[in-house]
C-alpha cells in the first residue's frame, strides 16, 4: 500500500530563520497536498500540487513537486510564531492497478517550534 | 460565510453507549469524510460519502456508522463495538470526488 513519510517529525527554528519539511512518496504522486493545524483544530488548506516541477508560493510559504513526482518539500522563508503548528502533507491514493483512487492518504506531519 | 461545521467540539461518552458527530457544510459539497487522528499519527479515514444516500467504508470502519440522507450533512455515530474510541475526529468536504478536501473544526471524544 501507498505510503507517505514526513521529515523531520519535529522541528524547532530561531524566529526569522528558514526551514524545510519533506514528504516522500512509496508511489507516484497524482496530487499531493500541504496542510497546516493547529493542536486541537481542523486543517487549513495550503497547497495543491499536481504537476512534476510544479511550485507554488502562499505569502512566505514555497512548495514543491520533484520531477519524478515522488517527492515534496515545503520552504518557509523567515519563519514567524505564526508559523508554528503541524504541517500535515496528503496525497491522492493510488490503488493496486496503478491507478488513482478515491482516498487521500496522509503522513504523520511535521510539528514545527518558532522560538522567539 | 460557507464552511463546515462540526458539533460538539467536545463530547463524553460513557461505556456501552453510543454517541453521534454531527458535520454540516454549506459549500454544497458532494463529497463528504470522516478521519480520525490519534496522537503520532497521521488521519485515518473511517467512511466517506461522494454522493446523497451514498457510503462507502473507510480503512478503520469497524465500529463505526454513518448517514448521508441530506447533500449538507453526514453524521458519525461512535458505536459500544468501538473499543477504543477516544481520539479526535475530523469531517472533511470536497466538491466532487477527487477534488481538494476542506476540513472542520473537529470533535474530541472522551470515553469515561
Known amino acids: 500500500s501507498q505510503e507517505l513519510e514526513q521529515s523531520p517529525q519535529s522541528l524547532i527554528v530561531q524566529e526569522g530563520k528558514n526551514l524545510t519539511i519533506n514528504c516522500t512518496s512509496s508511489?507516484?504522486?497524482?496530487?499531493l497536498y500541504w496542510y497546516k493545524q493547529k493542536y486541537g483544530e481542523g486543517l487549513i488548506f495550503l497547497m495543491m500540487?499536481?504537476?512534476?516541477?510544479e511550485e507554488k508560493s502562499h505569502e512566505k510559504i514555497t512548495a514543491k513537486l520533484d520531477e519524478k513526482k515522488q517527492q515534496s518539500s515545503l520552504h518557509i522563508t523567515a519563519s514567524q510564531p505564526s508559523h508554528a503548528g503541524i504541517y500535515l502533507c496528503?496525497?491522492?491514493?493510488?490503488?493496486?492497478?496503478?491507478?488513482?483512487?478515491?482516498?487521500?492518504?496522509f503522513g504523520k506531519g511535521t510539528r514545527l517550534h518558532i522560538l522567539p | 460565510d460557507g464552511g463546515i461545521t462540526q458539533s460538539p467540539k467536545y463530547l463524553f461518552r460513557k461505556e456501552g453507549q453510543n454517541v453521534t458527530l454531527s458535520c454540516e457544510q454549506n459549500?454544497?459539497?458532494?463529497?463528504m469524510y470522516w478521519y480520525r487522528q490519534d496522537p503520532g499519527q497521521g488521519l485515518r479515514l473511517i467512511y466517506y460519502s461522494q454522493i446523497v444516500n451514498d457510503f462507502q467504508k473507510g480503512d478503520i470502519a469497524e465500529g463505526y456508522s454513518v448517514s448521508r440522507e441530506k447533500k449538507e450533512s453526514f453524521p458519525l455515530t461512535v458505536t459500544s463495538a468501538q473499543k477504543n474510541p477516544t481520539a479526535f475526529y475530523l469531517c472533511?468536504?470536497?466538491?466532487?470526488?477527487?477534488?481538494?478536501?476542506?476540513f472542520g473544526p473537529g470533535t474530541r471524544l472522551l470515553v469515561l
Open positions: 459549500l454544497n459539497h458532494d463529497a
Open positions: 472533511a468536504s470536497a466538491a466532487r470526488d477527487k477534488e481538494t478536501q476542506y
Open positions: 508511489k507516484t504522486l497524482y496530487g
Open positions: 496528503g496525497a491522492d491514493g493510488v490503488s493496486q492497478s496503478g491507478n488513482r483512487d478515491d482516498k487521500i492518504i
Open positions: 500540487l499536481q504537476k512534476g516541477g
